[in-house]
């Protein structure tokens, strides 16, 4: 089994930046792609971005591309999402996920991850 781990959210205004982690745990070994998600409330979970855990491919939302940075750090078993340039339209819980397969173009498909986090709330006012 894996677990995952978000942390870093918060309130912040707009034009502010944050800086999610999300640690995993288990085993980790059989990950090969990583992804955020969000959801605002009385919205679908959306797709931000996803990275390929082994080759570092990154992929992005239109929404965030730009603004937002996926990156990982395989030694600590940990994915990390900047973001930078919020605005309240980023408001939402932020879930990480993982699953076995590679990212590739169904990265943003979020019933296609078999790992979920619990979430991290992140709030930008105006």
């Known amino acids: 089994q894996v677990q995952l781990a978000e942390s870093g959210g918060g309130w912040v205004q707009a034009g502010a930046s944050l800086r999610l982690s999300c640690a995993a745990s288990g085993r980790t070994s059989r990950l090969n792609c990583m992804g955020w998600f969000r959801q605002a409330p009385g919205k679908e979970r959306e797709s931000v971005a996803g990275i390929e855990k082994n080759l570092g491919t990154t992929y992005y939302a239109d929404s965030v591309r730009g603004r937002f940075t996926i990156s990982r750090d395989n030694a600590k078993n940990t994915v990390y999402l900047q973001m930078n340039s919020l605005n309240v339209e980023d408001s939402a819980v932020y879930y990480c996920?993982?699953?076995?397969?590679?990212?590739?173009?169904?990265?943003?498909?979020?019933?296609?991850?078999?790992?979920w986090g619990q979430g991290t709330q992140v709030t930008v006012s105006s």
């Open positions: 996920a993982a699953r076995d397969r590679l990212c590739g173009s169904s990265w943003s498909q979020s019933r296609s991850y078999n790992y």
